[in-house]
């Protein structure tokens, strides 16, 4: 079945004990490329969702692109970069797939997954290489070999996870788009249900046949052989918001809790004044019925002072979360309409890992995480 989340959620936040990221003081990139930004990030995973250790590795990605001076253009030049973390610091390995003849233009966010001996990448294919920047999207995936230093390499040719559409969602083939206003079919998460051990893809998505402009909804997709077979959309925020991104599932003590994060600027009117977060909802079957975390679904929420600082975050299996430092150091005033002004307050870097802690449909900010 498929939950909805209500404008009523949304109203008890001002209820809701939700506790805020710490304020982001900088942006650290010194072991990172001075001449790109980052953001969108996600660890390689083991099948039960938990951080990998490949060869002593702990490999994540994220997205990349060149520094501008203006960060609203890295959307158009993005590519999945393979960055390492030791010692509490991040590391450049470089892009993660080789140039491949292809279709789309460019690189959004995604999983990756491994068995030990391989790594399979889902990620999102951004816009088409014969018209340069539309918001066009689908779901695809390669598939490398781990080589003896832990890295992975000879990376398969790209292809399409999703063959069929489905109507119970939109098609995200839009060339012209705004951001924050765009359709979704993106960010496709691995998860593999412990209760009939078979793969899915959680994944951003667009609900079919809306109220309105307002029609986010986390997807889900099912592995059957080769294929993988889209299923009804596990949450739809109709009437409520337009953008569930990153949505992806955390299985935990015998609860599956969905998690996805959104803007204030994604909701309809009159619900504005929910803030950026990381929002969930958690059930006691990956098929629902699905109940709001903390009452309202807001999990974490930036400071007032820095509505901005933070976005993009991301849930492993052992409630390590993830996201990248976004517009920082605004002291309670709106961010500058000015593209130069505006880049001197973007951080384009990983922000400090948080930690959750999850009793129920309680969950909240545990500690940060320094090492």
Not at 322 to 329: A, I, R
Request: aromatic share 10%.
């Amino acid at each position: 079945m498929t939950t909805a989340w209500t404008a009523h959620s949304i109203h008890e936040i001002a209820n809701s004990r939700v506790l805020r990221v710490p304020v982001i003081n900088g942006a650290d990139r010194s072991m990172l490329d001075a001449d790109r930004v980052y953001w969108d990030m996600w660890p390689i995973q083991n099948r039960d969702g938990f951080v990998a250790l490949i060869h002593g590795r702990e490999l994540w990605m994220a997205l990349s692109a060149p520094d501008r001076g203006d960060p609203s253009l890295r959307h158009f030049e993005a590519k999945i970069r393979l960055i390492e973390r030791k010692s509490g610091k991040w590391f450049d390995l470089g892009d993660v797939l080789p140039e491949f003849t292809v279709d789309y233009e460019r690189e959004w966010a995604g999983s990756a997954v491994t068995d030990g001996e391989g790594i399979t990448l889902f990620f999102t294919a951004a816009g088409t290489n014969q018209r340069p920047g539309g918001y066009q999207q689908r779901l695809v995936e390669s598939h490398a070999i781990i080589g003896p230093e832990g890295l992975p390499n000879a990376w398969s040719a790209p292809h399409l996870s999703i063959q069929k559409p489905s109507p119970g969602y939109m098609l995200a083939n839009a060339h012209e788009g705004e951001a924050g206003k765009i359709k979704a079919f993106r960010d496709p998460a691995y998860f593999r249900d412990p209760a009939d051990d078979r793969d899915y893809l959680i994944f951003t998505a667009s609900l079919a046949d809306t109220k309105g402009d307002y029609n986010g909804a986390v997807g889900i997709a099912r592995r059957d052989g080769d294929e993988w077979e889209l299923l009804p959309p596990l949450i739809h925020a109709d009437g409520v918001n337009n953008e569930l991104e990153r949505a992806h599932v955390v299985y935990h003590q015998g609860s599956y809790y969905a998690f996805w994060a959104t803007q204030r600027s994604t909701f309809a009117p009159g619900l504005n004044h929910a803030p950026n977060g990381l929002y969930g909802m958690v059930s006691d079957s990956l098929f629902g019925a699905y109940r709001p975390l903390n009452g309202s679904g807001l999990v974490l929420a930036n400071p007032d002072e820095e509505p901005l600082q933070s976005y993009s975050w991301f849930v492993s299996r052992e409630l390590l979360v993830s996201s990248f430092v976004d517009f920082y150091g605004l002291n309670g005033k709106p961010l500058p309409d000015d593209a130069d002004k505006a880049n001197r307050l973007f951080g384009g870097v990983p922000a400090p890992l948080l930690k959750l802690t999850i009793d129920g449909d309680r969950c909240e900010l545990a500690e940060s995480v320094e090492a």
